[in-house]
């Protein structure tokens, strides 16, 4: 049978873990004192960071050259109404050819 789009909206959200050596270890790897949630999305990997730690965040990624995240593929915002706010910045690396997506609370 069909989920009726109410029960839908009120499942939990299913959260898959990025596969062993995806870009999250190397976020991890290269940023040990940031904490971030790491989730397989349809396209990229997404880090959930907090809104203190997002910049160092971004920064890292533009500028190691593990990562060079030379693109910004997407930036916007979400409203979560009552919940509040959040920015979702989605990176590309040409050289590397890899992206990800990071997404913060405001």
């Not at 990624?61 to 409203?79: I, S």
């Not at 706010?85 to 050819?97: A, D, F, T």
Request: hydrophobic fraction near 40%.
């Amino acid at each position: 049978s069909r989920m009726s789009p109410e029960d839908r909206r009120a499942a939990p959200p299913v959260i898959v873990e990025p596969e062993p050596g995806s870009i999250a270890d190397t976020f991890r790897e290269l940023l040990p004192n940031i904490e971030f949630q790491a989730i397989q999305g349809a396209r990229d990997v997404l880090l959930v960071v907090s809104r203190e730690q997002a910049h160092d965040v971004l920064a890292e990624a533009k500028n190691n050259p593990r990562l060079q995240m030379d693109f910004l593929r997407d930036l916007c915002g979400v409203d979560y109404e009552g919940d509040g706010l959040e920015v979702v910045y989605q990176l590309w690396s040409y050289k590397l050819k890899h992206g990800v997506t990071i997404k913060s609370k405001v």
